[in-house]
């Protein structure tokens, strides 16, 4: 089954949907783990877009993002991170670089600015090693703004850290005192 890179792109935001958000989209149920099974998976997507297991193990491979893992005999699956539904990915405490960024778009920063960064739908904040990170990951939701975390400041006073398996940093919270927004 050959498909297009618009095919997989595609099937790829489903999955996502299903193995972060909705897995009962295809009555299916994770695991608390997040582990689903692959040949589940795999005939619940069927029902919706042609796919077989080469056509997962591809967009397993080449997600730039890096979201998905297999377990070790790949046979099951789950999202490294961007969970909106209760699951333990495994996430190991992790010490953070003294700095962290977080990219988003410009009309977010009012409320970012008054609150701190807030996890919204997911389970955690999202921040980046680097600027360049940060602002690819703004851009995908309009004019970027990036601000600049604290982390180790943070995890002075007492703020968990995890690093997930695409090397998204991850937190449940930032309080402004920790936030300053990069000028351009």
């Not at 608390?32 to 397993?60: M, Q, S, T």
């Not at 190991?92 to 701190?116: C, D, M, N, Q, W």
Request: hydrophobic share 35%; glycine share 8%; charged share 25%.
């Amino acid at each position: 089954m050959k498909r297009t890179n618009a095919d997989l792109t595609k099937i790829s935001k489903y999955i996502s949907l299903i193995l972060r958000h909705k897995p009962e989209v295809i009555g299916m149920q994770l695991d608390a783990n997040g582990w689903a099974d692959v040949e589940e998976l795999l005939a619940g997507i069927g029902r919706k877009y042609p796919i077989d297991f080469e056509i997962l193990e591809e967009i397993v491979k080449t997600d730039n993002k890096q979201r998905y893992s297999f377990n070790e005999d790949k046979t099951k699956i789950r999202t490294n991170q961007g969970h909106s539904i209760q699951v333990d990915v495994e996430l190991s405490v992790t010490e953070p670089p003294e700095i962290l960024y977080h990219g988003t778009a410009e009309r977010f920063s009012a409320s970012i600015e008054a609150k701190g960064l807030l996890p919204g739908n997911r389970l955690y904040v999202h921040l980046s090693p680097d600027t360049e990170t940060a602002e690819k990951v703004g851009r995908r939701h309009g004019k970027p703004i990036i601000y600049l975390i604290n982390a180790g400041q943070m995890r002075q006073d007492g703020y968990i850290f995890y690093l997930s398996a695409n090397g998204v940093w991850l937190t449940k919270t930032v309080p402004v005192c920790y936030l300053k927004k990069l000028e351009e």
